[in-house]
Structures are given as C-alpha cells and as structure tokens.
C-alpha cells in the first residue's frame, strides 16, 4: 500500500506570493490533517479534513486554508506569504477520525513538504 | 497551552544502551501517542497507548503512561545507530479533534 504523498517537495517563493501543496492519503483514508513544523514552534496542528469538510482549524491566520476533494485528497494553500511562513508542512491521514478524533487512532505522516520564502 | 513536552530534550547514547526519554501533559488526555522523526522525514507512528493502560511493548519500544503523574515514558533498550531520530510525544487535548505534539527529544545513538 502506498504512503502518503506530499507534492512538491521542496518549495522556494517570495513574501507576498501564494502557494499550494497537495497531500494524497494513503487508498482508504478519509481523515487528513496538515501541521505546520518549525524549529521555534515544534509541531502546530493546522486542520483537518474529513469527507470533504473542514472538521476542525488550529490557531493560524486566514491566510491559511484547506480543501479536501471526494478522493480524499487535500490540498492546502497559504496566501500573501510572510518570512515566518518558512517551514515543513506535514499531511496526516487516518482511516476514519473517531468520536474522540485523531487522537484516537495512528496517524500516518507524508515527508512534507519544505517551504521556504525569500 | 500545548500539551506534552519531552524531557531530555537531547540524548546521546552508545548502542546497545538503553534510551529514555519522558513527556508531561497538563490536562487529562484519552490516548498519548509516541512518534519517531528522521532528520528531513515524516512522522512515523511507534505507540499509542490509552488512558486505561498503563504500560505497553512493541518490539525493543516500551511506553509507560502515569495518568495521575500526567506522564509518559519511551524506553528504547539495546539501542542501534539506526534509531538515532527525534521522538515526539502526542495528546489528544481536551478531545479538541486534534493532536498537540510535544517539542521532541532528539536521539543521537553512536555507533
């Protein structure tokens, strides 16, 4: 069974472009979620998606959004990109997110995708 | 206020030793997770052990979970250069949908 797969993987842009990775879950999953990793910051949780709809959005700006289409596939897109924006963005998927939530199961990571902005 | 933070933050071990390596949390939690990171990889799923469990195996991995303490442990016995890695711990926070990730402990086994 194939990972998760983050595209692209490495990523270069300059402040105020936009930018749009793309995470594919693992056949089955339904449950993505995207974080956000720095150095200063550790592991920041971003959001997650399940069926297609938003089920839950972590501290970030508005310049951060999500989308996830009918094959599980999520896409995630940051706007008017700042210097502090530089960082690993990780995608996680599962197979369903449970009453409890993700914490309820493994979540199964991508190896990111490193975005760094000029 | 994030939940989970590891304790050492840096380790450095000859193999064949054990590693341990703790995490705290500040609220009650229904699950703790433990994950593995190699330098420029994922996240890769070790253990997850529930608020009713207090110890669980997996191989040379043994976590231990004190709920009344709010903590965790992570041994690694007979160490290889190959888990050199950093090792995140991980919460459910309040049942908030999410998991809130701890700072990690980076691992370093010599060879």
């Known amino acids: 069974k194939a990972g998760v797969t983050q595209t692209p993987r490495y990523l270069i842009k300059t402040r105020g472009q936009q930018v749009t990775l793309s995470c594919s879950p693992i056949?089955?999953?339904?449950?993505v979620s995207w974080y956000q990793q720095t150095p200063g910051q550790g592991l920041q949780f971003l959001f997650e998606?399940?069926?297609?709809?938003?089920?839950n959005k972590g501290n970030f700006p508005g310049r951060f959004s999500g989308r996830q289409f009918s094959n599980s596939r999520s896409e995630m897109n940051v706007s008017t990109l700042e210097l502090g924006d530089s960082a690993l963005y990780l995608c996680?998927?599962?197979?369903?997110?449970?009453?409890?939530?993700?914490?309820?199961?493994?979540?199964?990571f991508g190896d990111g995708t490193r975005l760094s902005i000029l | 206020s994030q939940q989970g933070e590891e304790d050492p933050q840096a380790l450095s071990i000859q193999e064949g030793e054990n590693a341990t390596m703790n995490c705290s949390y500040k609220?009650?939690?229904?699950?703790l997770q433990w994950y593995r990171q190699n330098s420029g990889r994922g996240l890769v799923h070790l253990i997850l052990?529930?608020?009713?469990?207090r110890e669980k195996h997996s191989g040379r991995l043994r976590v231990t979970l004190d709920t009344s303490k709010k903590s965790s442990s992570l041994l690694i016995t007979a160490s290889r250069a190959a888990d050199t890695a950093s090792y995140f711990c991980?919460?459910?926070?309040?049942?908030?949908?999410?998991?809130?990730f701890g700072k990690g402990n980076q691992v370093v086994v010599i060879p």
């Open positions: 996680a998927s599962s197979l369903t997110p449970l009453l409890g939530g993700p914490g309820d199961q493994p979540q199964h």
């Open positions: 056949s089955g999953h339904r449950s």
């Open positions: 998606y399940f069926s297609e709809t938003q089920r």
């Open positions: 609220t009650s939690i229904n699950n």
């Open positions: 052990i529930r608020s009713n469990e």
């Open positions: 991980a919460t459910d926070a309040n049942g908030n949908n999410r998991l809130a």
